[in-house]
């Protein structure tokens, strides 16, 4: 798996933001068993920037904590079969990896919400990096049946790596 990682903010956090990314981008693949080496694309940012973003992508001019933009259309979440007799459209034609998507996260809201669920940075932003690794897998949780399944998904890729509510 290939990350491309910027930090557009001045941010320090205490812990390597680049390996909770990973570690928990990985997981959701093996759980999800994809078959293919993969690419994410990955913005930190603040919430005035995120705001911009969801006002233009989403027509919802509020912040927001994570913003997920897939690159493939499946049939069904998770069927990464036949993806490539769609090659020109879903893998880099140098790597060969399958370009999965974006995430755009607000390092403000990582810690607001790391401080009003009273866990680590880390934690949040692991959490945030597997909902939205789950949305580009294809899951989505506009119906409750649907939620369920990501929320279980999530907290199933954050025990197995031991990440926890501190």
């Known amino acids: ?55 233009q ?12 933009f897939p690159n493939v259309d499946y049939e069904s979440p998770s069927a990464f079969e036949g993806l490539d007799e769609n090659s020109a459209d879903y893998f880099d034609p140098d790597s060969g990896e399958l370009i999965l998507g974006d995430i755009i996260l607000s390092v403000d809201k990582i810690r607001e919400q790391a401080q009003s669920y009273g866990h680590s940075e880390r934690r949040e932003l692991a959490f945030l990096v597997a909902h939205s690794m789950l949305h580009l ?30």
């Open 1 to 55: 798996m290939t990350s491309y990682v910027e930090n557009e903010t001045s941010a320090e956090f205490s812990f390597a933001v680049q390996e909770v990314i990973d570690a928990v981008a990985q997981q959701v693949l093996e759980m999800e068993n994809c078959p293919y080496e993969v690419q994410i694309n990955v913005l930190l940012t603040d919430n005035q920037v995120i705001r911009e973003y969801n006002a």
């Open 57 to 68: 992508y989403r027509d919802i001019d509020r912040e927001t904590d994570v913003l997920s």
């Open 137 to 166: 897998c294809g899951y989505d949780h506009m119906e409750p049946g649907e939620a369920a399944v990501m929320e279980e998904k999530q907290e199933a890729a954050l025990q197995a790596l031991g990440i926890t509510r501190d």
